[in-house]
């Protein structure tokens, strides 16, 4: 495990690497020079948040499993950003807007903040389990987005209000407020 922050809460991570001054700026060039079997970005003390400036493939940089870890701060990306990684975990009491092209095999979710509302997009198929000690998905809010299939691998998805829209269809087993598909 390797675990990449900054020496400083409040300052900001930059995935992408196309931010400016006073973030720690981190592009897939240099994270394919970490070699691990997990690569946690940030940690429970980060306030600054992450922000996901550009595409940013793990995988190809050498990562099947990564974890995005804030305190309170927020996680983002812009318009042309998307993640790829075979396994994804976010911890984070922050809002988290992830609503790029994301392209992740099985995503677990920890939302530790009382309130706050995440999105998250993804591009194809996507499986909601276990990675890196975060199993399923634990939100106050949520919108769960699939361009493929949304499926559980037996995990629980709990929150307060959760809208889950898939394209062929969503087969997971639990009590939601708000399902949009094609077929469920």
Same mark, same amino acid.
């Given at each position: 495990?390797?675990i990449?922050t900054?020496?400083?809460?409040a300052r ?7 931010? +400016? ?11 394919? %020079?970490?070699?691990?079997?997990? =690569? ?8 600054g +948040?992450i ?7 793990l ?8 974890h ?9 990306? *812009? ?8 396994s %994804? ?10 609503? *790029? ?52 691998? +037996?995990?629980?998805?709990i929150?307060?209000?959760?809208? %889950? =829209? ?7 087993s ?11």
């Amino acid at each position: 495990r390797v675990i990449l922050t900054t020496s400083d809460a409040a300052r900001g991570i930059d995935l992408g690497a196309e931010g +400016g001054y006073g973030v720690l700026s981190l592009s897939e060039d240099e994270l394919g %020079l970490v070699t691990a079997d997990v =690569i946690q970005i940030g940690d429970d003390g980060n306030e600054g +948040g992450i922000e996901v400036t550009a595409a940013v493939s793990l995988t190809d940089a050498g990562h099947d499993t990564a974890h995005l870890v804030t305190g309170s701060g927020d996680m983002s990306d *812009g318009s042309a950003s998307a993640l790829q990684v075979d396994s %994804l975990a976010i911890t984070s009491g922050g809002t988290v807007t992830l609503d *790029g092209f994301n392209q992740v095999g099985t995503l677990a979710l920890e939302h530790t903040g009382a309130e706050g509302s995440v999105t998250f997009t993804d591009f194809d198929d996507l499986e909601v389990g276990s990675v890196d000690d975060v199993d399923g998905i634990s939100v106050y809010e949520m919108t769960l987005r699939a361009g493929g299939a949304l499926s559980d691998d +037996g995990e629980t998805i709990i929150g307060d209000t959760l809208t %889950l =829209i898939a394209g062929p269809g969503i087969d997971v087993s639990i009590d939601v407020v708000s399902v949009t598909a094609g077929n469920i």
